[in-house]
């Protein structure tokens, strides 16, 4: 009995193992068709499109790590003492050129400036010139003081004249003619004083003209302009502060465009030019930005054997920032002809790459080797040039039923 019992579990088992058997080999039409096409599958009619692979001129890229600064920065201070009175930007605040960011306070330099004035108009009053007025011309002869000295000098000519021609007549003694040169003289040398004083007085009138611009100057410099379009990227002073002059109290950037320097090893560097074109992404964005090699070192880093090369990176949005660690790629030379399709044509499965073309009105598959990427495109090996390839083939199979979108 324990031997029929055992013939009837090993019969029992073989069956439930056909069972299992023919359920596996049960599958669906379409994943029959992936993996060659199962004999009798019937796979519907997929609507597909096409683009023809291109023969291109791939240009040799440089990649190295690089780091983005701000073209031009400024610390930026007021050029006379003050107490700061307002700050019309902070941290990150967007400038424009010529923009006030700044100002500190201003009656001190206001009382300066009507003491300038002041100063200025009775200069102009002691030349007999109006008070107000901008022609600080001056003739010495007619000024009063010079006049005065003159017709004194000229009465004194007058006296030397008649005591010299009534002494020569013996009317009057010569004692008298000697008092009357002696006039003479001291009137002469009064006229001298008084040109020299007007002279003196036209040199007081240019410093008091210069102290008044002075004190303009210094009242319109109590404003602190934006010398460059960009963004604050430090705050330094506080509202209340008396500041010295020169005392920083902001520093601005110029964010377009940015400056992006490159240290490339001397293998890398022998192909790169000014102009060339230059591609940068930071890691965590997506996309690309676009720039120019601009200026590159004369002489490679002994200590590294590296170059230094300058490029200008187009940042008119303002998304990039001075200081970020960017990957840079710089097109150097151009390859010969490759053969390149469109990256959305490439389908990955098991590790092996391929793409479908269409024949006869079936999907076709190739396995191709795949190079490197050029924005949408990349190298492949295995197709020729000008081949209609599928776009997107998701799950397509090879041999299934196509129609071709326009």
């Not at 291109?54 to 050029?79: N, W």
């Not at 009357?180 to 040398?189: N, P």
């Not at 210094?218 to 302009?225: I, M, R």
């Not at 010295?244 to 030019?273: K, Y």
Request: with cysteine.
């Amino acid at each position: 009995m324990t031997k029929s019992f055992l013939k009837l579990s090993a019969i029992f088992v073989l069956s439930l193992c056909v069972v299992l058997l023919g359920g596996c080999r049960q599958t669906d039409p379409q994943a029959a068709a992936s993996r060659g096409g199962a004999p009798g599958a019937v796979l519907p009619v997929r609507s597909v499109k096409l683009a023809n692979s291109e023969a291109r001129k791939l240009a040799r890229t440089v990649s190295s790590p690089g780091t983005l600064a701000a073209d031009e920065q400024a610390t930026l201070s007021f050029k006379v003492a003050g107490r700061l009175s307002e700050l019309k930007v902070d941290l990150g605040s967007r400038v424009s050129r010529g923009q006030i960011v700044g100002q500190l306070e201003t009656n001190d330099f206001k009382v300066r400036l009507q003491q300038a004035d002041a100063a200025l108009q009775q200069a102009r009053v002691r030349l007999g010139l109006p008070a107000l007025g901008d022609d600080d011309r001056v003739e010495t002869e007619n000024t009063a003081l010079v006049r005065q000295a003159r017709a004194v000098l000229d009465e004194a000519r007058l006296n030397l004249d008649r005591t010299r021609q009534l002494v020569q007549q013996g009317i009057q003694a010569k004692a008298e003619l000697d008092r009357v040169e002696s006039a003479f003289k001291v009137a002469d040398s009064r006229y001298q004083d008084a040109v020299e004083e007007v002279r003196n007085r036209q040199a007081v009138l240019l410093q008091r003209r210069s102290e008044l611009a002075i004190a303009k100057q210094q009242l319109a410099e109590t404003s602190l302009y934006a010398p460059f379009e960009g963004a604050i990227r430090e705050r330094r002073a506080s509202i209340g502060e008396f500041l010295a002059a020169g005392a920083p109290v902001l520093t601005i950037v110029r964010l377009h465009p940015l400056r992006l320097r490159v240290e490339l090893p001397e293998r890398d560097a022998r192909g790169i030019r000014q102009g060339q074109p230059v591609r940068v992404t930071v890691e965590g964005e997506e996309g690309e930005y676009s720039g120019r090699v601009a200026r590159l070192s004369p002489a490679f880093q002994e200590q590294s054997r590296t170059l230094i090369i300058e490029a200008e990176v187009d940042n008119q949005n303002g998304r990039l920032r001075p200081g970020s660690f960017v990957k840079v790629e710089i097109e150097t030379v151009s390859t010969d002809d490759v053969v390149m399709v469109p990256s959305l044509a490439i389908v990955t499965f098991a590790g092996i790459q391929k793409v479908f073309t269409v024949k006869d009105g079936k999907a076709v598959e190739k396995n191709v080797i795949v190079g490197r990427r050029a924005n949408d495109w990349v190298v492949v090996e295995g197709v020729d040039a000008s081949t209609p390839v599928v776009i997107a083939p998701g799950t397509l199979a090879p041999g299934q039923p196509v129609k071709i979108e326009e």
